[in-house]
């Protein structure tokens, strides 16, 4: 057994080394070292460490060192344990008087920047709001700058050297980075990311394509064709029997013969009741025999429900204009022939990046990578993209909280989002690797969570009220006329039947003068000579 045995029971203070010897059972060496146990303990866990001293502190006294917030603890002679121990630097930092130097970047509504009258600037917008309340919970000062580049942060050339506001802070040029900066894997391996202060997808953003209207036969598009062919073989139907069943009735002088008016009700007078019944005028002649009655109050409920029903949908047919999205999703935004893009040097640019060089084109995103690369458009700010998406047609992909602010603040409502978000990620504070502020700013950031006051930040800055995100939902503060292209269709029907009654007209006209000429011509008889009389009638 160990002479001397450091027992060191922590939570998370400071902790104690103590020296003796000898060695442990089974170690080989020089018999005057001394050496160290460490027994770590948290809870009802222990964990055990040994390293051999140095001859120069075997002097047998008790030395204090204080242990580092490392992963392995180093013995004095700078060899590592084979175990890690559970504990780290046991003091908590508290930020109360420090200053920070933060670097930024414009981009609305995370952080915008206004002009004093004395020439300096005035910061604002959500990232700034939490930074405030931030500074304010944990009494620290801040000053802030605009990164010289412009960028958020990507590596360049072959990784080792990167720029934008990651950059920054990596070359300790700035304590804290404060913008919507995404993390990701590529990014933590350079700076710390403190706990996200918000969740985030990847949207895609496009002009909304011109709406397609109802077309010229719109006032066809409440019922199908096949329901436009069933309601005509039904009143061509109830035609037919209704003249069968009066033709019949007639002939066997069923009924009552001096009321009903069976005899009226030919082919031509059933067609018409059956076409004014269901366009709701009244027309002669009337039924008056019981099956003529009973047969025609079936016929003018049905017209009741079918006009009532296709009234209630003409209105939203007429005035609504729908629009054909032809990308839903990125797939068929990879097998389009639309040019797309994201922001250069940011996180987007490179994922899309990393993730061609690691798994080629047999993934989506390697696929979308090369496309990106043919197409050659890259926007250096996310409303230069916007700027380019309004001129024609490009698809813009960036996080969905920029594309939402922006498309419900759009003045003319020319935006619309395409498909589902995707890669869903959150936005944090990059600071540098190891600072002792990153824990307290993340604990910070999650009682702003959970007391909802990010939430009430997050309502300041995007309100519910504006264009819709997916463009179909009409403006309700706007009306819209409905222009002669909604009623073409009806001048064309009322049109035909105009011409169509014409020549009916010039037929008739034409048939009668044809059948004038070949009737045989009546010769009146002549008068009796005078003083006669005649027994015929026509003379006098």
């Known amino acids: 057994m160990l002479k001397t045995v450091l027992v060191v029971s922590l939570l998370f203070g400071p902790s104690f080394v103590f020296a003796g010897n000898p060695p442990p059972p089974g170690e080989t060496g020089n018999s005057d070292h001394q050496w ?11 964990k055990s460490s040994t390293w051999p001293l140095s001859p120069s502190s075997s002097s047998g006294h008790v030395t204090r060192h204080d242990v580092q917030s490392t992963n392995t603890l180093q013995s004095p002679n700078g060899q590592g344990s084979h175990d890690q121990p559970f504990f780290r630097k046991g003091r908590k930092y508290k930020m109360r008087g420090i200053f920070l130097r933060g670097v930024t970047l414009e981009e609305e509504p995370f952080v915008m920047k206004r002009e004093n009258k004395d020439g300096t600037y005035k ?11 931030l500074a ?19 590596p360049e050339g072959n990784g080792s050297h990167w720029n ?7 070359y300790n040029r700035a304590d804290i980075a404060i913008g919507p900066l995404t993390i990701s894997a590529i990014r933590e ?35 199908d064709s096949s329901v436009w062919f069933s309601i005509l073989g039904a009143l061509i139907g109830v035609a037919l029997l209704l003249f069968i069943t009066s033709k019949v009735r007639h002939k066997m002088r069923a009924g009552d013969v001096n009321y009903d008016n069976d005899e009226k009700f030919d082919l031509k007078n059933s067609l018409w009741l059956t076409y004014w019944s269901i366009v709701r005028k009244g027309g002669e002649p009337a039924p008056r025999s019981l099956p003529s009655r009973i047969l025609t109050g ?14 209630a949908n003409l209105t939203a047919f007429l005035t609504v204009k729908r629009l054909v999205a032809p990308i839903n999703s990125v797939e068929d935004l990879v097998s389009s022939s639309v040019p797309y893009g994201c922001v250069k040097d940011a996180f987007l640019y490179s994922f899309f990046r990393a993730q061609a060089n690691l798994n080629g084109s047999s993934t989506v995103w390697g696929r979308m990578w090369h496309a990106m690369l043919a197409y050659d458009e890259f926007p250096h700010s996310p409303f230069n993209g916007i700027e380019v998406v309004k001129k024609g047609q490009f698809v813009f992909i960036q996080e969905t909280p920029f594309l939402e602010y922006v498309i419900k603040k759009d003045p003319k409502c020319e935006l619309m989002m395409l498909g589902k978000p995707f890669l869903y990620k959150g ?16 604990v910070e950031i999650l009682k702003m969570q959970e007391s909802g006051l990010i939430d009430q930040i997050k309502t300041k800055w995007w309100n519910k009220d504006g264009c819709p995100l997916d463009g179909e939902t009409a403006n309700v503060n706007e009306v819209t006329a409905l222009g002669i292209e909604t009623f073409l269709g009806v001048f064309y029907v009322l049109l035909g039947a105009s011409a169509l009654a014409l020549l009916v007209t010039i037929a008739q006209i034409i048939h009668k003068k044809l059948t004038k000429k070949k009737r045989p011509r009546m010769i009146k008889p002549s008068s009796p000579p005078p003083g006669k009389k005649c027994c015929c009638s026509n003379w006098q």
Not at 36 to 46: D, F, K, M, P, S
Not at 137 to 152: A, I, Q, R
Not at 164 to 170: A, L, W, Y
Not at 298 to 311: C, D, K, M, Q
Request: charged share 20%; with cysteine; aromatic share 16%.
């Open 189 to 223: 391996r350079v700076v710390d990311f403190t706990h996200p202060f918000m969740d985030h997808g990847v949207g895609m953003v496009s002009k909304k394509p011109e709406p397609k209207g109802s077309g010229i036969f719109g006032f066809l598009l409440p019922f």
């Open 298 to 311: 079936a016929w003018w409920l049905f017209t009741l429900i079918v006009i009532s029903t296709y009234t």
């Open 164 to 170: 934008g506001m990651v950059g920054e802070v990596m």
């Open 427 to 442: 936005y944090g504070f990059p600071v540098r690797r190891g600072d002792n502020y990153l824990k307290d700013i993340s």
């Open 36 to 46: 160290l146990q460490v027994i770590a303990r948290r809870g009802n866990r222990t």
């Open 136 to 154: 304010k919970n944990l009494g620290f000062t801040y000053e802030l700058y605009e990164v010289p580049d412009h960028k958020f942060g990507a």
């Open 123 to 133: 910061y604002s917008g959500f990232c700034i709001d939490i930074l405030n309340e």
